[in-house]
Structures are given as structure tokens and as C-alpha cells.
């Protein structure tokens, strides 16, 4: 192998002027995490209202919630932000697009309703399958109680069905952040991208991946490790994974 | 709102689209659908085998690729293959691979990881039994794997394979971030050199999800069809 090694190259400052190139790649990482906040907020908002729609018994509730996941679920993930990034503001008004366009920080809050929207499927899915999962006594005593069907659902079935999919939402909230460098494509500077610069400017092409590889690592393993706690913290008395 | 909609632009790049874009994203899917499945049945396996080193290589493999974005692992990809074929080759200089390659070779690795968990739930789904049973008859391992446990993993698992395949076919897209011409790096270039970024991305968004809706539903109704009632 004839690639010239230089791990120093961290150390040495970054031609924008913004100190090393190592602040570079954390500078892509706060912004990774801060979009996969935004996002996955945005995700759970939806997908809960979704999920929840469609496990109702009303037709048309059930009807909307599967065309939500149908439409965000069958387009690759760069296809939907270009829709939101560059197709969106052309069919608006063109006095709103022209004010969407020059919003700053645009790709920011684009890749965070855009990945938000797609992962809210996502949530739904699983919180369908959640609801679906309890035992039927459980809405019916609560409508024999006198519980409204929002109450029910507020206080009987939701903090069940949240709890026991607490696992698959973990790794929905790792997709989120993975998801994140898509969006790169509409010029959001996150960790993949900030390191794809970084080889683009000094030509240490594996040094550059190499750390943003172990940051990912990282990420990754701090979020499994909470949300193990959260799981322990939130678990079911009388499940298996209960105390 | 769709005053200057212009389906003419979408006309004229049909050919080009479909010809150019298509066939690679459709070859690129199946092909890498292909290397993942077996390689990521061979990482089942040895995760499954009971040699602790064996199984935890592939652990570690599954859980690294799983904790890595694709479009990171594409870059990895494309700037580490010339220097891999070098090494294999003991040519001079990194080899030049094309983008096709490149990409096959990173999708390949890259589901083999998401393909092996498939696999591993699907092989942990045939009864202790079986494999018990095809033992008694004096099966060797190889054997018990080839004509009893994985054929029936395989159909077990076969709607959530071809659901895995339907994401890698949307995931496809991301080789957008090498310039490739694929279905949606045709429609992008047209976009760009027309100046039609509406007609063209809507397109796209049209046909992906044409398609994606279409294979799931197929795998609705397979997975009617072939379920085992026990």
C-alpha cells in the first residue's frame, strides 16, 4: 500500500478557518445529533397520531393511517428530501417558496422534517404493532370502566404499548440517526459530510473515514447503553423483561 | 401551482431513464440482494456453528455494518476497493474499479450484515427436531444445513427477504453521492441539464413508489399463500 498515513492531520488546522480538523468532524457530529433530535421528535409526534389512527375503529382513521405509511414507506429516503428540498418550494405560492428558499439554515430543517416524516411511518408501524399486542380485555375493560376511547388509549393502552416496544423504537432512534447523512446530498455539513470535506481538503481519505466510523461507534453505543436504563427504568412487573 | 408543468421533458428522457438509470438500479438490486443472501447465510451459519471465535467474528461484523450509515459505508467503499485490488493483485498502484463493481461489491457487504439476521431468525425458527432427526439418519452437517434446515428457513423468511430487498431497491438511490447513473441519478442529470428539478423528481418519486408498492403488495399476498399452518 502506497497511502501516505498521517494521524496528526486531526491536529492541524482546517482551511476554513475554523480551528482543526478535528473540530470539523465534532462540529458534524453536534449537527448530526441535533437533526436526529429534531427528527425523531417529529417522528414520534406523527407516528404516535398515526399509529394510533390506525388501530381505531373508525374506517376512515384506518384509511388515512395506511396511506400515511404507504406514502412514506415506498420512496427512497434522498428521493423524499429532494421532493421537500427542491420541489416543494416550486409548487408553493410563489412568495412562500421564495421564503422557504432563503430560509437559513434550509438543509438543516429540510433533512429534519424530511427524515421525520419518513421515520414517522416507521413509529407507526411499530406502535401498531404495539396496540395490537395487548390483549383485547384490556380496551374493553377500560370501556366498561367508562373510560373514553381518548382515555383509554391515554391511560390503559398507550403506556403499555410504548413500553413493550421500547426495543424496536431504540433502533428506529439509531435508523433516525444513521439516516441523518442522507443528507448530505442536499448540503447539510453532519458528520459524514464534514468528513467526506476533510478528505476533499487534506487527502487523508481513511483517516477522515476512520473517525467519523469511531464517532458513529460511539453514538451508537451511548444510545443503546440509555436506552438499556430506560428499558429497566420502564419495564412491565410481570413481563419477562419485567422486575 | 402546475402551470409550467412540462411532461414533455419526462417524455423525452423516458428512454434514457429507463435504458441507462433503470437496468443498473434493477441489476445493482438483484445482484447485491444475491451476494447478500448467501453471504449473509454463510455469517448466519458461523454465528450459529458453536465455535465462540467463529460466531463472535460475524457478531462483530453484523454489528458494525448495522451501526454505520450506508452513504458512510459507500465512501468507505469507493476509496478503499482500488486499495483492497491492489493488495490482491500486487499491482503498482490502485487498481481502478468501475462504478458498478464498486458499488455491487459495497451493497453486497453492506446487506449481507441486514440479510444474516434475516437468515439467523429464520434458521432459529425450524424446531430442534429437525436437525436432531436428520442427524439419526446419519446427515452430515453440511448436508442437514443443504437439504433440511435451510430450505425451510428460507421459505419461512422468504416475504421478509423480499421486504429487505424492497428497502435495498429504495437504498440504491444513495449511490447518488458517487455521481452514478442509476434511476435517479438519470433523473437528476436530465433535472439539472433541463433545468426541470420539479417534473423530473416527481417522476422519480412516482415510479419508486409505483414500484415499491406493487413488490409489497406481491409480498402481501406470497406471504397468504405460503404461510405453514401449524
Partial sequence: MNYHWNWGIFFE????????????????????????????????????????????????AGWFGFCWVEFFRNMPLLVQLFLWYFVLPELLPKSTGTWLKQLPNAPFWTAAIGIGFFMSARVAIQLQAGIGSLPRGQKMAATALGLTTFQGYRYILLPMAFR???????????????????????????????????????????????????????????????????????????YITGK | M?????????????????????????????????????????IALM???????????????????????????????????????????????????????????????????????????????????????????????????RYVVLPQAFRNMLPVLITQTIVLFQDTSLVYVLSITDFLGAASKVAQRDGRLVEMYLFAAVVYFTISCIASFGVRRLQARIAIIR
Avoid: C, H
Wanted: glycine share 8%.
Fill in chain 2, 47 to 145: 454465528r450459529l456453528s458453536g465455535y465462540k471465535t467463529l460466531g463472535r467474528i460475524a457478531g462483530v461484523y453484523v454489528d458494525f455494518m448495522r451501526s454505520l450509515p450506508l452513504v458512510l459505508v459507500i465512501f468507505w467503499f469507493y476509496f478503499l476497493v482500488p486499495y483492497i485490488g491492489q493488495w490482491l493483485t500486487g499491482a503498482l498502484r490502485p487498481i481502478s474499479v468501475g462504478a458498478f463493481a464498486s458499488s455491487l461489491i459495497t451493497f453486497i457487504m453492506f446487506e449481507a450484515a441486514y440479510f444474516s439476521e434475516i437468515m439467523r431468525a429464520g434458521i432459529q425458527s425450524i424446531s430442534r427436531g429437525q436437525p436432531a432427526a436428520a442427524n439419526a439418519l446419519g446427515l452430515t452437517y453440511a448436508q442437514t444445513m
Fill in chain 1, 164 to 238: 413493550i416496544i421500547l426495543p424496536p423504537l431504540t433502533s428506529e432512534f439509531l435508523n433516525t440517526i444513521k439516516n441523518t447523512a442522507v443528507a448530505i446530498t442536499i448540503g447539510l455539513l453532519e458528520l459524514t459530510g464534514q468528513a467526506r470535506s476533510m478528505q476533499e481538503f487534506s487527502f487523508q481519505v481513511f483517516e477522515a473515514f476512520t473517525a467519523a466510523t469511531l464517532l458513529y461507534l460511539l453514538v451508537n453505543a451511548v444510545v443503546v447503553t440509555a436506552m438499556r436504563f430506560l428499558e429497566r427504568w420502564v419495564a412491565i412487573p410481570g
Fill in chain 2, 2 to 42: 402546475f402551470s409550467n408543468f412540462d411532461f414533455g421533458v419526462i417524455i423525452r428522457a423516458l428512454p434514457y431513464l429507463f435504458y441507462e438509470g433503470m437496468t443498473f438500479t434493477l441489476m445493482l438490486t438483484g445482484l447485491a440482494a444475491l451476494g447478500g443472501l448467501v453471504f449473509g447465510t454463510a
Fill in chain 1, 13 to 60: 488546522p482546517n482551511p476554513m478557518g475554523t480551528g482543526t480538523y478535528l473540530d470539523m468532524l465534532l462540529s458534524g457530529l453536534v449537527l448530526t445529533l441535533k437533526t436526529a433530535v429534531l427528527a425523531w421528535i417529529i417522528a414520534l409526534v406523527f407516528g404516535s397520531i398515526v399509529g394510533v389512527m390506525r388501530t381505531l375503529p373508525s374506517k376512515a
